[in-house]
């Protein structure tokens, strides 16, 4: 039987450390997977959750989709904001409808344009390729947090950031210029591990799209 695609495959699943994890947790557990009662307080990086036929690897959010892509998981959840900028080879699967925020540019607000800004963000790749979509050449400086200073120090003449509250920007004097896009988190698969354990990753699926529409998250 080994190899043949069957629903009691143990799935491999990339968690991103930080703000999304203890929602994405609970969210499994609404889903009706038991979760060990530890989960969202250990140091552990390797979590294994044999009810839930699941061993959860405690990535930096960044990295799931290179350890989905590369196949040491099945699949993963991370933030759209993180899909678009590492563009990687892996199948979006579900809108999870958690970490909700938009992408923006944002600037002070008596900001003036000049030739050739600068834009400091954490995700140079989205930002090139939205100001090379509006025609506008602009230097791209990347940074690694934080980002809301380098207009305040001069660093850079605008930013491209999330925003979730806009305290952030409200107490540092900044203001949200365009909307790039809108974030959630989704839950992504690796493309040979979708095909192997494809009754396993589909029924994930079905319960958390079935538990999402019956809360009215999606
Ligand atoms: N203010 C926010 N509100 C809602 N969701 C957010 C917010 N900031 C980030 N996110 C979402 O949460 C994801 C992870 O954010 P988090 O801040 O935990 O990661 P990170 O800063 O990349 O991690 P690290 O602090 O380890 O570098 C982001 O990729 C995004 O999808
Ligand atoms: O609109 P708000 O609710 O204020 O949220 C937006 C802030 O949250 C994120 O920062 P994060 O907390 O990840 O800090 P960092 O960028 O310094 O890592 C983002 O980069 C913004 O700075």
């Not at 989905?68 to 409808?97: H, P, R, S, T």
């Not at 025609?135 to 930013?159: F, H, M, T, Y």
Request: charge should be negative; aromatic fraction near 6%; hydrophobic fraction near 40%.
């Amino acid at each position: 039987m080994s190899g043949e695609a069957s629903g009691h495959d143990i799935l491999k699943v990339a968690m991103p450390k930080g703000r999304i994890y203890k929602q994405a947790s609970k969210l499994f557990r609404e889903a009706g997977l038991t979760i060990p009662e530890d989960f969202d307080d250990t140091r552990k990086l390797i979590i294994e959750a044999p009810e839930a036929r699941m061993v959860f690897i405690m990535a930096k959010p960044v990295d799931v989709p290179t350890y989905v892509e590369y196949g040491v998981a099945d699949i993963g959840i991370v933030g759209k904001d993180v899909l678009m900028e590492e563009n990687k080879d892996v199948y979006e699967l579900l809108d999870l409808g958690i970490a909700r925020c938009r992408m923006s540019v944002i600037g002070l607000p008596d900001w003036k344009p000049v030739i050739n800004p600068r834009v400091a963000t954490k995700y140079p790749n989205v930002a090139s390729q939205y100001f090379r979509e509006q025609g506008q050449q602009v230097e791209v400086i990347k940074l690694n947090g934080s980002i809301e200073l380098a207009p305040l120090i001069g660093l850079a003449d605008r930013i491209v950031d999330m925003v979730e509250t806009g305290q952030t920007l409200r107490e540092n004097g900044l203001v949200e210029m365009e909307t790039i896009f809108g974030i959630t988190s989704r839950l992504i698969a690796n493309r040979v591990s979708y095909r192997m354990k494809n009754e396993s990753i589909q029924s994930l699926c079905d319960r958390l799209q079935q538990m999402l529409t019956a809360k009215g998250l999606v």
